[in-house]
């Protein structure tokens, strides 16, 4: 480099060299605007189609420049977590800064390459722009700032949590997940976007954004006062929920590159659940319960989830609830019908703990029709709810099947259940374990009973032989993958598309179980209509065959008058929306009107509670 | 080492001095946490005695919590080439009276800067600082508004319209039935 | 209230008068207003008025979440922002302890050099104009304007990069972009004899800035100036060898260094600084490709992003002189409170006011200009 | 009303023309109006950093005749370069009135609009057309030169068709502007310019030039004292 | 009678052709600017366009009768000098003035200009108007003295004769180059432009006596501006370059002429106001009492 001294007095002559610049071509760039760089923030394109309007890019925007508009012709898709929201820019606070486009879970909003927009004074709507496909004006030009995997902001791994191996777990009814750290827990929490698409989800609109904010800020006592407002059964929805609220997670969605895991919301409230303690819980539940007794007196029949959450609800607003339960135990079939290894006892007794503690009584070993009739609630209650969900399984009614050795295995887990304080031995059972069972479907209630039959297996005979088999493809298995995934490593074989033909008996004993290959499982009208090829014929050895396909109420408590009095559909109660039957004063509730799954009944509880309160506020 | 030599004489002089705590950062920062009483006795020997000449800024936090200001004096050696904060606390007063502390524009001459933006922004009144009169907000007559206690944006919303659109677009999306769903007031953080 | 600008106030007996310098004047830099108290062509007193493009930086900054805040900190400097994105991720990395990849900090080195560059290249032009020659503000601004597209190539944008992000950088640079910046110092090369003959050796100029707005060393130190002016006043002080921050340690450069303190002197450092950076380029060129490794360690959920308690007071060397941040953490989502010590907030004000007095009306602009004062950093 | 005292308004263009040949000529006078415009180089905002290159060599302006001019009395265009804050827009005001007509505003970036990002801020304006009538906005934050440009191209079409007349609306709706100014700087505030003094002199005024908050300004309106001054040779 | 018809239709196109001239002048001013600069330039009837603009203005600002008049003398100044220029085939009244009047009349625009500026009260405009009448005493030492010289040189103080004489013997730029020089330092600081460029300085007082100046009034100073090209080339060719025997000749000198100034003012900074007054009365005023000596 030329050193120039500060005493250099410079020369008169030398600026007139730069009169050169007559011969030297000017650098001016044509009129009209240039091709913009290949990574430039220019005016906003969005893909309707990818987009989920989980308005995850209007909470990370600076400037407060996104409006979620609803676009009612979209999808709208709570259960899928798909929402008809799209983002709307506002181009007169936005400052591209992209930090929507790198917080996007889906990567639907990008930046395109366009940057000019003129408008007259008057025209400033235009300024207000709904991102599309096509860019600003209607014509693409290229992307610009796209989502790519070093600006992505979001975390997208999950964060591994603790559980027992399955050599560990497999002759145990231990629970098999160890539940978060309090470190891991805010981790965790910090992965959310706060987009809400969970509580859509939710059959009972949990307000897991509230709470999984509430556990990131550390506050878990928050985070429970949330839990209550929707869900009494935390404990236990905690471990055993189907989780749609996973499945719905923004941070679920498919179509990125890196590969996405939502949050692990259920454990969350598990942890949450378990970091608070009990009598604190009792005192957060009742924050919101009213002093002033309404007068009213309401019956609940079963004392499951749906019962004691509508129960909850109303003892909440005041009212006398009276539950009756025809077993022991409160709980219905997450006592009965969920094995101890997903969910422990003593914490579905926190739970009905808190329920009772808020005044709620529940007398046991009570059966209405036997030992109370339903003409006596009626007579004594200004309501009764009827929420004794689904007790009997259902039967394939293939030849053979009627065989005392061919269990139903909501009747099985229910026996299992009933001894359950010390079920780590088998020999309170009051059935003898199998060498070898075969069980029928592909659902949870199909894992839980192979896989608690399994553990008495491992325990009893130290070897597992054990085989589900249902009629769907493996990938459409109702269960959850992880059950299927945790069975597997317990040793259970699963035989996906078998159609089970007949249980074959000899001297009196089960010897087999024939299947047939399934085809198809639906006609082409979407019905159930199995076809089987029946050349490829399997016989399993078994000495136990266990059906769970499915399973149905019963409802001989009714009587006959009031049978007769109720409308029917297709075999089953008639039930209005809120849970209303056709008889003024009875609700129905719960797994008997929805079908079995814990959230869905406690959503139902809430719902005719809502109902029974909304009925009697009309009354008054 | 010149530098090593100054910062082991200033180490050895700040720990005789029971009053004040010294934590050293790095090789390069040092903070020391000073009463309000003792800190321009602190800077005027940082200055005179072990080369801090240059005073980087003065900076303020506010504590309501604390009913204190925090106030950080950032001061550089050249020759020791390190960064002496020192903080000191003192009262804070409601938004109407101010604070009052003394200026060190005696020490340090950019210090009549920095105590000015201060006065303006939180209201701490420099005695015997040269320039207490406002500056940057001559046209603003709220409080100190770097005050935690002033919310701008309560006071933007009271003070300011903002833009109402109504585009094509979202007309015909109200006829279907659709709209505006989330304004992005709703959802901040 | 009568709005004070375009109204003259008259002293009565007395052959003082009042003039203002801006807001709107061309020999004002940027949207601020100086106020000469003036007695013929003589300057008896100046004082600053600020103020004009205060938008309460510090305040909104508490009012957003640690990575919003990245959008608005380059505004705080707008001819030269990159140290600003920088040096507020440097605090939030301080406090947190996050380990910057070496390669993000490679590229960071990259972009405050380049970005050192465009702002010297800017302050010639406008130096000049104030003195009358226009033509070396159109060189300096179009030379500058490549310098820009580079950035717009690495960055996206361009003149607010939003680049840096705390724990790195939020992309890798593209391919070819070295190939393109070594064209980019090739061409700089070419025009510094046009530059020298047009602006640093020209007789007139030369004499117009000689012996102007001097500031001698004493004064200097006394007033708290940094950067180039102190260097004009010969002291080598440089944050960037000083007061080491990413890998400047390992990058070879001088600090240039003139004694005068005048108008000359500074527009002489920031022309030696501005092939000093060329330099460093060169080097970084050459070193970039072996350095291997990712451009970013990742941060959590922006969204949910509590930063450790703490505090933390970084400074990096922008063109203009040392610019600080002080940021101090309550543990939460939002920064508590940000200090900004605008590198020009000493000379754009007291300095100024300080100078002007004595000079002549048709050096205030010069001297303005030759300190290179940047009133938004000043205003916030 | 009380006059203010030092800037009188001279009666030129106040009659209606009624010479047939006046068409062509006010078509002449539009075609150079759009062809020839002054830019007061009034850096509000950040945007301003972007104009040096647009009239620069790179993007060089002047192609389209647009040169900057440095006081106001020149100048046509008036570019807000993004957000203005409350100290800046009563200069911005008062630079405003004092262009001669017909004059132009063009709002550059997302803070003319709706606040941009210091919508937050309580020292910004932010809608800037409830206090000046703007004839064109430029989406940007800032735009680039070439969006500059092409902003600049649209006021010169807005011009030749007759489009460009945002400045009669000062006159004619100067009440609800300067209500909007009154209620940002306080009742007392006041500009040296005699807006309804030149909006009658001009035949401009409608109902809504005067009303209310301009009954406010009459009750303290001052005239500007003229000002004496000396300077030594 | 056909002469005085002659004299009037000259007297009246001789200030148009000026203006024309002038107009061409500023855009060639405008275009080298752009090409120094690296970019493209205004368009070709970017000139007209500015003037007819500025004419066009709807509301004016007038700071009072003595303001309006002084504008007047200021254009009305230049038009007066047009016809004491002598152009090819048209004299007008040069024979009649001379370069004495010529030199006189060269001096009511600044003053128009001063007497007009004052009534703005604007300090910037107060000052400009110092500077340039400081200007003006620095460029007219030399100028007179050039002015002297010549005279004394050709014996004549009438341009027509002048041109007469450079016609048949040769240019005054051999015969007396040392005055030709001073003469050119003398024109740079009549043009106004670098490094003489101290009254306007936009930087320094926001272009001084213009900074008041709004539609029409503004208008006035461009079409000033285009005269007072046009007189400097002209007198410059005339004197030192032999005026033009014809059209084209002529135009080529005087666009020269014009255009070594505007060149060299683009790569200068502005000297400070004593400096140029230095320098003014130092190297020209000194070239020009050699130049002087010679001739004598």
């Known amino acids: ?620 | 080492m010149k530098c090593d030599e100054i910062n082991a004489w200033l180490d050895a002089l700040l720990s005789e001095i029971n009053e004040i705590e010294v934590t050293r950062k790095s090789e390069r920062r040092v903070r020391v946490d000073v009463p309000a009483s003792s800190l321009p006795a602190l800077l005027e020997l940082l200055k005179g005695k072990a080369s801090y000449v240059h005073l980087s800024a003065i900076s303020c936090v506010d504590w309501p919590g604390d009913e204190e200001f925090e106030l950080v004096y950032h001061c550089w050696s050249y020759e020791a080439k390190s960064l002496l904060s020192a903080h000191t606390r003192i009262p804070r007063n409601s938004a109407e009276e101010f604070a009052h502390y003394v200026s060190v524009y005696d020490i340090y001459k950019p210090a009549a800067f920095f105590e000015r933006d201060i006065y303006e922004m939180f209201g701490v009144y420099f005695e015997s600082s040269p320039y207490m009169e406002k500056f940057i907000l001559t046209e603003w007559n709220g409080p100190p508004p770097m005050r935690k206690d002033f919310d701008a944006e309560a006071y933007v919303n009271d003070t300011f319209n903002w833009a109402d659109y109504h585009p094509q677009w979202l007309q015909d999306i109200e006829e279907e039935g659709g709209g505006i769903a989330i304004r992005p007031e709703d959802i901040r953080l | 209230m009568r709005p004070e600008n375009y109204q003259v106030v008259s002293l009565p007996n007395s052959d003082e008068y009042e003039l203002f310098i801006g807001p709107n004047h061309p020999g004002i830099e940027g949207n601020y207003a100086f106020k000469l108290k003036l007695d013929g062509d003589r300057v008896i007193s100046g004082k600053a008025d600020a103020g004009y493009l205060h938008r309460g930086f510090e305040k909104l900054m508490e009012g957003r979440l640690w990575i919003q805040n990245l959008a608005i900190v380059p505004r705080i400097c707008v001819p030269d922002p990159v140290p600003m994105e920088v040096v507020y991720s440097l605090t939030v990395e301080d406090i947190e302890k996050t380990e910057v990849p070496l390669r993000a900090q490679w590229i960071r080195v990259m972009q405050l050099e380049l970005s050192r560059i465009a702002s010297h290249l800017f302050t010639f032009g406008g130096h000049a104009a104030t003195t009358g020659m226009y033509t070396p503000s159109y060189w300096g601004v179009a030379d500058r304007d490549l310098a820009l597209d580079l950035f717009e190539e690495l960055t996206g944008g361009r003149v607010y990069h939003i680049y840096n992000i705390p724990g790195g950088v939020r992309r890798d640079i593209p391919n070819g972009f070295l190939d393109r910046l070594s064209d980019y110092l090739d061409y700089l090369q070419t025009r510094q004899n046009d530059y020298d003959n047009l602006l640093f050796t020209n007789q007139v100029f030369v004499k117009r800035a000689r012996d102007i707005g001097v500031l001698n060393q004493e004064q200097a130190l006394e007033w708290g100036v940094t950067g180039p002016n102190l260097r004009a006043t010969g002291l080598a002080f440089d944050v960037r060898r000083d007061d080491p921050y990413l890998i400047y340690e390992q990058l070879d450069f001088d600090i240039p260094v003139q004694s005068a303190g005048d108008c000359l002197s500074r527009i002489l450092v920031r022309r030696d600084e501005l092939f000093q950076s060329v330099r460093i380029l060169r080097q970084i060129i050459k070193h970039l490709p072996s350095v291997k490794g990712p451009v970013r360690s990742p941060i959590p959920n922006p969204l949910a992003w509590n930063v450790a308690k703490g505090e933390s007071y970084c400074r990096v060397e922008s063109s203009k002189g040392e610019l600080a941040y002080y940021t101090v953490s309550d543990g939460g989502d939002k920064p508590y409170r940000v200090h900004v010590r605008g590198a020009s907030s000493m000379h754009a004000v007291q300095v100024l006011e300080n100078m002007s007095v004595g000079q002549r009306i048709e050096d205030v602009a010069q001297i303005m200009f030759s300190l290179d004062a940047c009133p938004p950093e000043v205003d916030r | 009303m009380s006059k203010i005292g030092n800037i009188p308004v001279n009666a030129q263009n106040g009659k209606k023309r009624t010479n047939p040949l006046a068409g062509v000529f006010d078509e002449l006078v539009q075609f150079c109006q759009s062809r020839s415009m002054f830019m007061l180089h009034y850096c509000t905002g950040c945007g301003a950093i972007e104009l040096p290159p647009a009239m620069t060599s790179r993007f060089d302006m002047e192609r389209l005749g647009i040169q900057p001019m440095v006081t106001p009395r020149q100048a046509d265009i008036l570019l807000i370069t993004g957000y203005v804050s409350v100290k800046t827009l009563k200069r911005v005001i008062l630079t405003y009135e004092q262009m001669q007509s017909p004059k132009y505003v063009i709002g550059i970036c997302s803070c003319t609009v709706n606040g941009g990002m210091y919508w937050q801020s309580y020292a910004t304006a932010k809608v800037l057309n409830e206090y000046l009538p703007v004839d064109v906005y430029i989406a940007g934050c800032m735009p680039r030169p070439e969006a500059v440009i092409e902003g600049l191209r649209r006021l010169m079409g807005n011009i030749e068709n007759g489009k460009g007349i945002a400045w009669k609306d000062y006159f004619q709706r100067y009440d609800h502007y300067l209500g909007n100014q009154q209620h940002l700087f306080g009742n007392d505030w006041q500009t040296p310019t005699d807006i309804i003094g030149e909006a009658r002199h001009y035949g401009l005024e409608t109902e809504q030039t005067c009303g209310e908050h301009s009954r406010i300004l009459e009750q303290h309106q001052q005239p500007l004292e003229p000002y004496k001054m000396r300077i030594k040779l | 009678m056909t002469s005085v018809t002659e004299l009037l239709a000259e007297l009246l196109l001789m200030p148009f052709i000026a203006f024309v001239v002038g107009l061409a002048m500023v855009l060639m001013y405008r275009k080298i600017a752009a090409r120094l600069q690296r970019r493209i330039g205004p368009p070709l009837l970017q000139p007209i366009y500015d003037i007819v603009k500025l004419y066009g203005k709807e509301t004016q600002i007038s700071h009072g009768l003595i303001h309006d008049i002084g504008l007047v003398m200021a254009v009305g100044g230049y038009v007066a000098a047009e016809i004491f220029l002598p152009v090819p085939g048209m004299d007008g009244i040069a024979d009649k003035g001379g370069i004495i009047t010529l030199s006189y009349v060269l001096m009511v625009p600044s003053l128009g200009l001063a007497l007009g500026v004052g009534q703005c009260a604007n300090p910037n405009g107060s000052i400009g108007i110092s500077r340039a009448l400081t200007a003006m005493l620095a460029y007219d030492i030399p100028f007179i003295i050039v002015v002297f010289g010549v005279a004394t040189h050709y014996q004549s103080t009438s341009l027509v004769g002048m041109i007469e004489y450079q016609q048949i013997h040769q240019w005054g730029i051999f015969e007396m180059p040392l005055l030709a020089v001073a003469g050119l330092f003398a024109l740079q600081g009549m043009m106004g432009k670098q490094p003489f460029e101290i009254y306007v300085a936009p930087a320094e007082i926001a272009t001084g006596p213009m900074v008041e100046m709004s539609g029409k009034y503004m208008g006035g100073l461009f079409v000033m501006q285009t005269f007072q090209l046009y007189t400097a080339g002209v007198l410059y060719t005339s004197l030192f370059l032999g005026g033009g025997a014809n059209w084209f000749e002529f135009l080529v000198k005087i666009f020269i002429v014009v255009a070594i100034p505007m060149s060299v003012a683009l790569v200068f900074p502005r000297y400070r106001t004593e400096d140029m007054v230095r320098i003014m009365w130092k190297w020209p005023v000194m070239v020009a009492l050699i130049g002087i000596a010679f001739v004598l």
């Not at chain 1, 040793?491 to 047939?516: D, M, Y």
């Not at chain 1, 129905?588 to 506020?617: L, T, W, Y």
């Open chain 1, 1 to 620: 480099m030329k050193k120039i001294k500060y005493d250099d007095l410079g020369s008169v002559l030398n600026p007139l060299k730069n009169l050169q610049f007559f011969a030297r071509k000017p650098v001016t760039e044509p009129l009209g605007p240039r091709p913009a760089a290949e990574i430039y923030r220019g005016f906003h394109l969005n893909d309707m189609e990818k987009c989920i309007g989980c308005s995850t890019c209007q909470k990370i925007c600076d400037n407060a420049a996104i409006t979620m508009v609803k676009i009612p012709h979209l999808k709208e898709d709570p259960v899928n977590g798909i929402r008809n929201l799209r983002p709307a820019i506002d181009y007169g606070r936005c400052c591209w800064c992209a930090l929507c486009v790198d917080i996007c879970p889906v990567g639907a909003i990008e930046l395109s390459r366009e940057y000019v927009h003129t408008c007259n004074g008057d025209e400033v709507d235009s300024y207000f722009v709904l991102p599309q496909e096509k860019g600003m004006h209607g014509t693409f030009e290229e992307k610009g700032w796209t989502k790519t995997e070093t600006n992505d902001l979001l975390d997208r791994k999950r964060l591994p949590m603790g559980e027992m191996t399955p050599d560990e777990r497999g002759d145990n009814f231990d629970e098999i997940v160890n539940g978060f750290t309090p470190e891991q827990a805010i981790l965790e929490a910090s992965r959310c976007v706060q987009c809400g698409m969970c509580h859509d989800s939710c059959p009972t609109h949990m307000h897991a954004p509230e709470y999984i904010r509430a556990i990131w800020k550390g506050n878990v006592e928050e985070a429970v006062e949330w839990m209550y407002e929707s869900n009494p059964f935390s404990h236990v929805c905690g471990r055993v929920c189907t989780h749609r609220c996973e499945s719905a997670c923004s941070l679920n969605q498919a179509g990125l590159p890196q590969g996405s895991e939502p949050i692990a919301i259920r454990w969350l409230k598990r942890y949450a659940m378990d970091a608070v303690p009990h009598e604190r819980i009792k005192e957060i539940a009742a924050r919101k319960k009213t002093d002033q007794k309404t007068g009213q007196k309401i019956a609940v029949i079963g004392a499951g989830p749906a019962g004691l959450t509508a129960a909850f609800d109303l003892v909440k607003q005041g009212h006398e609830v009276q539950v009756y339960e025809a077993l022991a135990k409160a709980g219905g079939m997450t006592r009965y019908g969920i094995p101890y290894y997903r969910l422990p006892d003593d914490m579905l007794d926190r739970d009905v703990d808190v329920i009772v503690s808020m005044g709620v009584s529940i007398q046991y070993n009570i059966r209405i029709g036997k030992d109370i009739s339903m003409e006596q609630l009626h007579k004594d209650y200004d309501a009764v709810i009827l929420a004794i969900g689904l007790q009997s399984g259902r039967s394939t009614r293939i030849p053979g099947s009627e065989h005392e050795d061919v269990h139903s295995a909501v009747e099985l887990l229910r026996r299992i259940g009933s001894v359950r304080d010390d079920m780590n031995t088998a020999e309170d059972l009051d059935f003898k374990v199998p060498h070898s069972a075969v069980v029928i479907g592909g659902g949870n209630v199909a894992m839980d009973i192979g896989r608690s039959l399994a553990r008495y297996q491992k325990q009893q005979y130290n070897q597992v032989n054990m085989t589900i088999t249902a009629i769907d493809a493996l990938e459409n298995f109702p269960a959850d993958d992880v059950e299927i995934k945790e069975s597997l490593e317990e040793g259970i074989t699963i035989i996906p598309s078998r159609g089970p033909q007949e249980v074959v008996l000899e001297n009196g004993k089960i010897k087999a179980l024939k299947t047939w290959r399934v085809e198809s499982v639906f006609d082409a009208d979407g019905r159930f209509a199995p076809q089987y090829d029946e050349s490829d014929e399997q016989l399993y050895d078994v000495e136990m065959v266990v059906e769970a396909i499915g399973q149905m109420a019963e409802m001989e408590l009714l009587g006959e008058q009031l049978t007769e009095q109720l409308e029917w559909q297709r075999g089953r109660l008639k039930v209005a929306e809120d849970g209303a039957t056709s008889v003024d004063w009875l609700w129905s509730a719960g797994d008997c009107v929805n079908g079995p799954d814990v959230v869905h009944a406690v959503a139902d509880g809430h719902r005719v509670a809502e109902s029974i309160n909304k009925a009697f506020s009309v009354q008054r």
